[in-house]
């Protein structure tokens, strides 16, 4: 399991018509505030703040085609214009299982990338396809 300590936020926060929406840094754009979307907030800026990762190089809810399925990758990092880093978000009460192993690794056929990423916020595992070996911390981008 990988250890991670999120910052201090001072999200963006609006309510209208009794939703509550938070404004996503990447995206620019106000997004439904759900209990992933406020996990995946938070990991975005773990990866911005702490790790150092670039913003401009990550998609957020990328759009890929599995056959004929469309699917949506919460956060794909890029490196030198390929995908380099997969990380599927869960609410806090949705346990990572198999469920969601499978699902990131459905994900990574289509883009082949070096770090899988799977988190609720609580719990964080990775793997490196590559050595296939579990990662003890997200790699240095």
């Known amino acids: 399991m990988i250890t991670i300590l999120f910052p201090a936020q001072n999200f963006r926060l609006k309510k209208e018509n009794n939703k509550e929406f938070i404004f996503d840094e990447v995206r620019k754009q106000w997004i439904k505030l759900t209990p992933e979307e406020w996990v995946r907030q938070n990991f975005i800026q ?21 056959g004929e399925l469309k699917r949506r990758c ?32 459905n994900y990574n056929r289509h883009l082949q990338v070096p770090y899988l990423i799977i988190t609720n916020g609580k719990e964080t595992f990775g793997l490196d396809t590559k050595n296939k070996t579990q990662l003890k911390d997200l790699p240095t981008y």
Do not use: G
Not at 84 to 93: F, L, R, S, T, V
């Open 74 to 105: 919460d956060i794909v990092v890029y490196s030198n214009n390929l995908p380099w880093m997969i990380i599927e978000c869960k609410e806090m009460n949705v346990a990572l299982n198999d469920k969601v192993i499978e699902q990131v690794f």
């Open 46 to 66: 773990y990866l911005i703040q702490t790790k150092k990762y670039p913003a401009s190089l990550m998609a957020i809810e990328k759009e890929i085609h599995i």
